[in-house]
């Protein structure tokens, strides 16, 4: 595995110490400014009666449902798994 500057590191130490440093910056919290006027002056599409649906916990029947609706053969998502992987797991 190279680093950024292109050199290889063959040991562990320095590959984790490569990762956590990478990571770290790639998810660290940045500050943003909000337009608090802009937020307000979008039109409310959906409803507060949906927005509660809509953020509601669903029940482990509900998802198990939804993951059954899976195709089976389905090509694999961006995680690599297919319907067939949820079905069994």
């Known amino acids: 595995m190279?680093?950024?500057e292109g050199i290889i590191m063959?040991?562990?130490?320095?590959?984790g110490e490569f990762l956590?440093?990478?990571y770290s910056e790639k998810f660290k919290?940045?500050?943003h400014d909000?337009?608090?006027d802009l937020i307000h002056s979008m039109p409310h599409i959906i409803s507060e009666v949906d927005n509660v649906a809509l953020s509601a916990l669903r029940t482990a029947q509900e998802i198990?449902?939804?993951v059954f609706l899976l195709n089976a053969?389905?090509?694999p998502g961006l995680d690599g798994f297919t319907g067939f992987f949820f079905h069994h797991c």
Do not use: L, T
């Open 73 to 75: 053969n389905s090509s």
């Open 2 to 4: 190279k680093n950024n």
């Open 29 to 31: 919290r940045v500050e």
């Open 10 to 15: 063959d040991s562990q130490e320095d590959i």
């Open 64 to 66: 198990k449902a939804a």
């Open 20 to 22: 956590i440093k990478h």
């Open 34 to 36: 909000i337009n608090w």
